[in-house]
């Protein structure tokens, strides 16, 4: 079945950098994108950006854009995100996510997610 | 950048009952539309993809309708379990993928 495991919260002081791992199982991992998407306390969904783990290709949301780093290692088929000059506002659960393909249609949704990191910045 | 907007915020309904959850959007959304359930503490969960199809092993209560800017999750006959909150999401148009601000629905 697949799986999306993600790796444990992180407490990390205002300037500092994180990086957040997704392990995926279960299928292909290099045929379907992943998604970065966060979720800040008591607040919505925030779309970061996401990876073609077959290419290395990125597309980051202009927000993050300077910020985040998404790559893969197809090898262990495990995707990471960097996110560097944390401030307070970057406190949130952080999730990776498969997008949904049917056939060789991308559908631009998320089927599969990890349980979330959270991500804390405190001084 | 597509904006979707959720209303009602909060739905206060009893099991049993008929849910209409809206999401309207400032552009037309040509096909990747989705809505998704979350619980507290865990992740999303996708209900519907492409506006109208559910994703595997979502209940047939749960239906998607809409196309262009207007957009309706229906939830029929209110499960205990359906109470949550339900964000739509746009992939349509990017970056950015957008999401609505959600739908909270909670038992009255």
């Known amino acids: 079945q697949v799986q999306m495991v993600q790796s444990g919260a992180e407490v990390k002081k205002p300037g500092a950098s994180v990086k957040v791992s997704c392990k995926a199982s279960?299928?292909?991992?290099?045929?379907?994108?992943i998604y970065w998407v966060r979720q800040a306390p008591g607040q919505g969904l925030e779309w970061m950006g996401w990876?073609?783990?077959?290419?290395?290709?990125?597309d980051y949301a202009q927000n993050f854009k300077g910020r985040v780093t998404m790559t893969r290692d197809t090898s262990i088929k495990t995707a990471h995100m960097e996110l560097t000059s944390l401030t307070s506002d970057d406190t949130a659960v952080y999730y990776c996510?498969?997008?949904?393909?049917?056939?060789?249609?991308?559908?631009?949704?998320?089927?599969?997610w990890g349980q979330g990191t959270l991500v804390t910045v405190s001084s | 950048e597509v904006v979707l907007t959720q209303s009602p915020a909060t739905l206060s309904l009893s099991p049993g009952e008929t849910a209409t959850l809206s999401c309207r959007t400032n552009?037309?959304?040509?096909?990747?539309f989705a809505w998704y359930q979350q619980k507290p503490g865990q992740a999303p969960r996708l209900l519907i993809y492409?506006?109208?199809n559910r994703a595997t092993g979502i209940p047939p209560r749960f239906s998607g309708s809409g196309s262009g800017a207007d957009f309706t999750l229906t939830i029929s006959s209110l499960e205990p379990e359906d109470f949550a909150v339900y964000y739509c999401?746009?992939?349509?148009?990017?970056?950015?993928?957008?999401f609505g601000q959600g739908t909270r629905l909670e038992i009255k």
């Open positions: 492409s506006a109208s």
């Open positions: 990876i073609n783990p077959n290419s290395g290709d990125t």
């Open positions: 996510a498969r997008e949904k393909r049917t056939g060789g249609l991308r559908l631009l949704s998320l089927d599969f």
């Open positions: 552009q037309s959304i040509p096909m990747y």
């Open positions: 279960g299928y292909t991992f290099s045929a379907y994108y």
């Open positions: 999401q746009q992939g349509s148009t990017w970056p950015p993928i957008t």
